[in-house]
Each structure stands twice: as C-alpha cells, then as structure tokens.
C-alpha cells in the first residue's frame, strides 16, 4: 500500500525556519517524482516545490530563494526547508506522488506563521 506521511509543521515567528519530512513506503520512492504542495483558508491547494527522481527541481515563484526541496533516496524520505518564513506562506502542506496515473497525497501538516 502506497502511503505517504507528512511531520514537522508547527507555530513559527515571521521570518523563521521549518523543515518538513515526508517519508514513503509502498513503493520504489527513488524512481518518482516528488512534489509538495499546500492549501491556505479559502484557498485552492498549490504547488510549492518538485524533486524529480535525479533531484532536478522546480519552485514557485512565491518561495523560490526562501524554500528548498530535498530527497534521500535511501531513507525514501522529501524535504522542504522552509526559510524566512511569511505570514503568507500559513498553510497545510502536502505531498503528493503519481505513479502510473495515480496520485497519492499525505494527510498533511499544519504550518502557521504568526507573531
């Protein structure tokens, strides 16, 4: 069974630092793609950041220079760091992988940049 399951959200202060985990199982992670998005109140789910299997990445615009995505292939495990943190960047983040057409997500973990 694919699964996938996010930690390391929390409370942080304007301009601090996050580092999310997302760890695998179920599947060979080291040939996929790998992708972390996030949902705001109100707000459609957005893409973040994109590992592909090589460790190519891709950003969005919002986080490029502030975010960094990761992956141990050994440890089937994403990361994103997430630094100088905006009250904007308040979120449920999520990751996401498709495999021959399906797309499995984690169940999320909550980010929120408060004062």
């Known amino acids: 069974q694919v699964q996938l399951v996010e930690s390391g959200g929390g409370l942080v202060q304007p301009g601090g630092s996050l580092r999310l985990s997302c760890v695998a199982s179920?599947?060979?992670?080291?040939?996929?793609?790998m992708n972390w998005y996030r949902q705001a109140p109100g707000k459609e789910r957005e893409l973040v950041a994109t590992?592909?299997?090589?460790?190519?990445?891709n950003y969005a615009d919002s986080v490029k220079g502030r975010f960094t995505i990761s992956r141990d292939n050994l440890k089937s495990t994403v990361y994103l760091q997430m630094n100088s943190l905006k009250p904007e960047d308040t979120a449920v983040y999520y990751c996401?992988?498709?495999?021959?057409?399906?797309?499995?997500w984690g169940q999320g973990t909550q980010v929120t940049v408060s004062s």
């Open positions: 996401k992988t498709t495999r021959w057409g399906i797309t499995t």
């Open positions: 179920g599947f060979t992670f080291s040939m996929y793609a």
């Open positions: 590992c592909s299997p090589g460790g190519n990445t």
